[in-house]
């Protein structure tokens, strides 16, 4: 059954719908149009072939065009969310293992290239980058607040170098923290918040 839907940029008339799984708690798309996902729990394990990966990337027919293949620290179990940076892809998620724990990924589509590092916090729910500095936040449960954290990449290790908790205009919205070319727009109740990564 399809859950996507490709609307025309210079039209606004529906282009194509397909399916792209279940479950999904992070999604971007990038400049040249391609989907990324990052599956929740019951994507993954629920039996549905697409999500099945953890990880995916879509172009806008619908085809997938990119999965994780071994080359990720662990095993996915849940998306937290995504970002893009230029023609990079960031996928935010926590794997369910002993060793666990959450994970920045970046993926370079035009090369195939997928570096991952543990991530300074612990499930966030927005993150955006630019060049070796990014700003991640964790809302707080049922508050009109959210921690923000500004990191920095230093040698293999993304470092925490700011972290306070900030006052917003409505309760943070679950799922909708997306970052865009050094920009996380947070949605705070009936408001976009915009964040600056560097």
């Not at 666990?100 to 993150?127: A, H, K, M, N, Q």
Request: hydrophobic fraction near 35%.
């Amino acid at each position: 059954m399809p859950n996507a839907v490709v609307f025309s940029l210079e039209s606004g008339e529906q282009e194509d719908t397909f399916c792209i799984g279940d479950d999904i708690p992070a999604l971007v798309t990038d400049r040249e149009g391609s989907i990324w996902t990052a599956y929740g729990d019951e994507g993954i394990y629920g039996g549905h072939p697409e999500s099945a990966a953890g990880l995916a990337g879509w172009n806008a027919e619908g085809h997938a065009t990119w999965a994780p293949d071994g080359r990720l620290p662990d095993l996915p179990l849940e998306g937290c969310t995504a970002a893009t940076e230029d023609d990079r892809v960031w996928l935010i998620w926590y794997s369910g293992s002993r060793r666990g724990g959450t994970f920045l990924t970046r993926i370079i589509p035009s090369t195939g290239e997928v570096t991952s590092w543990p991530s300074p916090v612990r499930d966030p729910d927005g993150f955006a980058v630019r060049g070796h500095r990014a700003v991640l936040t964790r809302r707080v449960h049922n508050r009109r607040s959210t921690e923000v954290v500004r990191t920095e990449l230093v040698g293999d290790t993304w470092s925490v170098t700011e972290r306070r908790k900030v006052r917003v205009p409505g309760r943070v919205v679950m799922r909708c923290g997306q970052g865009r070319d050094g920009f996380l727009w947070l949605r705070a109740g009936d408001t976009w918040l915009r964040i600056k990564a560097s």
